[in-house]
Protein backbone atom coordinates (compact mmCIF):
# COMPACT_ATOMS: atom_id res chain seq x y z
CA UNK A 1 0.00 0.00 0.00
CA UNK A 2 1.14 3.58 -0.21
CA UNK A 3 0.28 7.20 -0.25
CA UNK A 4 -3.79 7.52 1.17
CA UNK A 5 -3.99 3.82 1.70
CA UNK A 6 -1.13 3.67 4.19
CA UNK A 7 -2.50 6.11 6.04
CA UNK A 8 -5.97 5.19 5.79
CA UNK A 9 -5.13 1.66 6.78
CA UNK A 10 -4.23 3.50 10.25
CA UNK A 11 -7.50 4.48 11.26
CA UNK A 12 -9.30 3.35 13.79
CA UNK A 13 -13.41 4.64 12.72
CA UNK A 14 -15.46 2.85 15.88
CA UNK A 15 -16.14 -0.05 17.76
CA UNK A 16 -18.68 -1.42 19.76
CA UNK A 17 -18.80 -0.48 23.00
CA UNK A 18 -17.21 -1.93 26.24
CA UNK A 19 -19.17 -2.94 29.54
CA UNK A 20 -17.65 0.84 30.89
CA UNK A 21 -20.84 2.41 28.46
CA UNK A 22 -23.64 2.59 30.76
CA UNK A 23 -26.64 2.89 28.59
CA UNK A 24 -30.08 2.21 30.76
CA UNK A 25 -32.10 2.79 28.01
CA UNK A 26 -30.05 -0.50 26.13
CA UNK A 27 -32.10 -3.33 27.97
CA UNK A 28 -34.30 -2.42 24.79
CA UNK A 29 -33.40 -4.18 21.68
CA UNK A 30 -34.07 -0.52 19.66
CA UNK A 31 -31.13 0.91 21.30
CA UNK A 32 -27.06 -0.12 21.53
CA UNK A 33 -24.12 1.56 23.34
CA UNK A 34 -21.10 1.78 21.52
CA UNK A 35 -17.46 3.63 22.25
CA UNK A 36 -15.67 5.95 19.87
CA UNK A 37 -12.37 4.28 18.91
CA UNK A 38 -10.57 7.07 17.28
CA UNK A 39 -10.65 11.23 16.64
CA UNK A 40 -11.98 10.99 13.55
CA UNK A 41 -15.07 12.26 14.89
CA UNK A 42 -13.93 15.19 17.15
CA UNK A 43 -15.07 17.54 17.80
CA UNK A 44 -18.30 15.52 18.49
CA UNK A 45 -17.08 12.59 19.82
CA UNK A 46 -13.35 11.92 21.30
CA UNK A 47 -11.64 8.73 22.00
CA UNK A 48 -13.19 6.92 24.32
CA UNK A 49 -16.05 8.53 24.57
CA UNK A 50 -19.84 6.51 24.95
CA UNK A 51 -22.83 7.38 22.96
CA UNK A 52 -26.08 5.50 22.18
CA UNK A 53 -27.55 4.73 18.54
CA UNK A 54 -31.29 4.01 18.02
CA UNK A 55 -31.67 1.36 15.81
CA UNK A 56 -33.24 2.44 12.31
CA UNK A 57 -35.35 0.74 10.68
CA UNK A 58 -34.73 -0.20 6.64
CA UNK A 59 -38.67 0.54 5.73
CA UNK A 60 -38.56 3.80 7.18
CA UNK A 61 -37.26 7.13 5.36
CA UNK A 62 -33.42 7.37 5.38
CA UNK A 63 -31.87 9.17 8.12
CA UNK A 64 -31.82 13.40 6.96
CA UNK A 65 -27.99 14.59 5.95
CA UNK A 66 -25.83 15.63 8.85
CA UNK A 67 -27.11 12.90 11.02
CA UNK A 68 -24.03 10.53 12.95
CA UNK A 69 -25.28 7.57 11.83
CA UNK A 70 -23.78 3.76 12.83
CA UNK A 71 -23.24 1.32 10.03
CA UNK A 72 -21.67 -1.66 9.39
CA UNK A 73 -18.56 -1.79 7.24
CA UNK A 74 -19.09 -3.58 3.83
CA UNK A 75 -16.07 -5.56 4.01
CA UNK A 76 -15.70 -6.00 7.54
CA UNK A 77 -19.21 -6.12 9.13
CA UNK A 78 -17.07 -3.86 12.11
CA UNK A 79 -19.25 -1.12 13.33
CA UNK A 80 -18.34 2.44 12.40
CA UNK A 81 -19.33 5.70 12.99
CA UNK A 82 -19.54 9.16 10.75
CA UNK A 83 -21.70 11.63 9.80
CA UNK A 84 -24.13 11.01 6.73
CA UNK A 85 -23.48 13.48 4.20
CA UNK A 86 -24.55 12.29 0.84
CA UNK A 87 -28.02 10.12 -0.18
CA UNK A 88 -28.53 8.44 -3.17
CA UNK A 89 -28.24 10.22 -6.33
CA UNK A 90 -26.59 13.40 -4.71
CA UNK A 91 -23.25 14.45 -6.70
CA UNK A 92 -19.87 14.73 -3.64
CA UNK A 93 -16.65 16.49 -3.75
CA UNK A 94 -14.07 17.66 -1.90
CA UNK A 95 -11.69 20.70 -3.14
CA UNK A 96 -9.32 22.37 -1.51
CA UNK A 97 -10.40 20.86 2.07
CA UNK A 98 -14.21 22.19 1.21
CA UNK A 99 -16.99 19.83 1.04
CA UNK A 100 -19.50 20.44 -2.16
CA UNK A 101 -22.35 19.14 -2.59
CA UNK A 102 -25.13 18.66 -5.85
CA UNK A 103 -22.63 21.68 -7.41
CA UNK A 104 -22.98 23.86 -4.77
CA UNK A 105 -20.02 25.30 -1.92
CA UNK A 106 -21.15 23.47 1.51
CA UNK A 107 -21.28 27.00 3.50
CA UNK A 108 -18.50 27.28 6.54
CA UNK A 109 -18.51 30.04 9.15
CA UNK A 110 -15.49 30.75 11.17
CA UNK A 111 -15.08 29.19 14.78
CA UNK A 112 -12.29 29.76 17.58
CA UNK A 113 -9.95 26.64 17.25
CA UNK A 114 -10.65 23.76 19.28
CA UNK A 115 -7.88 23.24 22.00
CA UNK A 116 -7.16 19.33 22.47
CA UNK A 117 -5.02 17.54 24.84
CA UNK A 118 -3.34 15.33 23.12
CA UNK A 119 -1.19 13.56 26.49
CA UNK A 120 -3.90 10.42 26.16
CA UNK A 121 -3.02 10.18 22.87
CA UNK A 122 0.28 11.07 21.38
CA UNK A 123 0.24 9.39 17.92
CA UNK A 124 -2.33 12.44 17.13
CA UNK A 125 -1.22 14.26 14.09
CA UNK A 126 -0.71 17.70 14.95
CA UNK A 127 1.76 19.56 12.98
CA UNK A 128 1.49 23.38 14.57
CA UNK A 129 2.02 21.46 18.44
CA UNK A 130 5.35 23.10 19.93
CA UNK A 131 7.56 21.07 21.22
CA UNK A 132 7.12 19.45 24.64
CA UNK A 133 3.52 20.35 24.98
CA UNK A 134 0.64 18.08 25.13
CA UNK A 135 -1.80 20.57 23.47
CA UNK A 136 -2.89 21.25 20.06
CA UNK A 137 -4.79 24.01 18.66
CA UNK A 138 -6.56 22.98 15.69
CA UNK A 139 -8.76 24.98 13.11
CA UNK A 140 -12.43 24.84 13.31
CA UNK A 141 -15.38 25.85 11.42
CA UNK A 142 -19.21 25.30 11.89
CA UNK A 143 -20.45 23.79 8.31
CA UNK A 144 -24.26 24.02 7.37
CA UNK A 145 -25.90 21.41 4.96
CA UNK A 146 -28.28 22.52 2.47
CA UNK A 147 -31.65 21.95 4.87
CA UNK A 148 -29.96 23.45 7.95
CA UNK A 149 -28.25 20.59 9.86
CA UNK A 150 -25.22 22.26 11.04
CA UNK A 151 -21.72 20.69 12.78
CA UNK A 152 -17.89 22.13 13.78
CA UNK A 153 -15.58 20.19 11.79
CA UNK A 154 -11.81 20.27 12.07
CA UNK A 155 -8.77 21.18 9.54
CA UNK A 156 -5.40 19.10 10.42
CA UNK A 157 -3.54 19.99 7.89
CA UNK A 158 -3.57 20.08 4.32
CA UNK A 159 -4.83 16.39 3.56
CA UNK A 160 -4.99 13.43 1.41
CA UNK A 161 -8.42 13.41 1.02
CA UNK A 162 -8.60 17.06 0.56
CA UNK A 163 -9.60 16.77 -3.32
CA UNK A 164 -11.28 13.94 -4.90
CA UNK A 165 -13.04 13.55 -7.91
CA UNK A 166 -16.82 13.56 -8.69
CA UNK A 167 -18.17 11.11 -6.46
CA UNK A 168 -21.81 10.35 -7.27
CA UNK A 169 -24.30 8.37 -4.46
CA UNK A 170 -25.56 5.07 -6.25
CA UNK A 171 -28.90 4.13 -5.28
CA UNK A 172 -29.25 2.28 -2.04
CA UNK A 173 -25.88 3.91 -0.97
CA UNK A 174 -25.38 7.22 1.48
CA UNK A 175 -22.11 9.16 2.01
CA UNK A 176 -20.33 9.31 5.16
CA UNK A 177 -17.52 11.95 6.26
CA UNK A 178 -15.99 12.34 9.43
CA UNK A 179 -15.83 15.46 11.01
CA UNK A 180 -12.18 15.57 11.91
CA UNK A 181 -11.89 15.26 8.15
CA UNK A 182 -7.89 14.81 7.69
CA UNK A 183 -7.70 11.86 10.27
CA UNK A 184 -10.67 10.01 9.51
CA UNK A 185 -11.16 7.07 6.67
CA UNK A 186 -14.57 7.67 5.54
CA UNK A 187 -16.74 7.57 2.18
CA UNK A 188 -14.03 9.24 0.13
CA UNK A 189 -12.01 6.01 0.67
CA UNK A 190 -13.17 3.11 -1.33
CA UNK A 191 -13.15 -0.11 0.55
CA UNK A 192 -10.04 -1.77 -1.17
CA UNK A 193 -8.32 1.20 -0.02
CA UNK A 194 -8.89 0.89 3.60
CA UNK A 195 -12.00 3.25 3.82
CA UNK A 196 -15.54 2.11 3.55
CA UNK A 197 -16.63 3.35 0.76
CA UNK A 198 -20.23 4.37 -0.32
CA UNK A 199 -22.50 2.72 2.44
CA UNK A 200 -24.87 0.48 1.79
CA UNK A 201 -28.29 1.44 3.27
CA UNK A 202 -28.81 -2.22 4.60
CA UNK A 203 -25.79 -1.58 6.43
CA UNK A 204 -26.99 1.27 8.66
CA UNK A 205 -27.59 0.18 12.04
CA UNK A 206 -28.83 3.65 13.40
CA UNK A 207 -28.48 6.64 14.13
CA UNK A 208 -26.37 9.00 17.31
CA UNK A 209 -28.14 11.72 19.24
CA UNK A 210 -25.82 14.46 19.69
CA UNK A 211 -25.22 16.34 23.34
CA UNK A 212 -27.38 15.46 26.48
Not at 70 to 90: E, S
Not at 158 to 178: A, Q, S
Request: net charge negative.
Amino acid sequence: MTGPAIWAAAMLLATKATALCFCPQCVLPSFQSFEAASTSMLPAFAPGACFVAERWEADTPLPPRGTIIVFRHPLTDADHIFRLIGLPGDEVQMRNGRLWLNGEEVAQSALPDLTYDTSQDPTFPCPAAAPGTTTCEIEQAMETLPGGANYPVLNLRDGPLDDTGLLTVPEGHVFVLGDNRDNAADSRLPAHSGGPGMIPVGNIWGTVSEGP
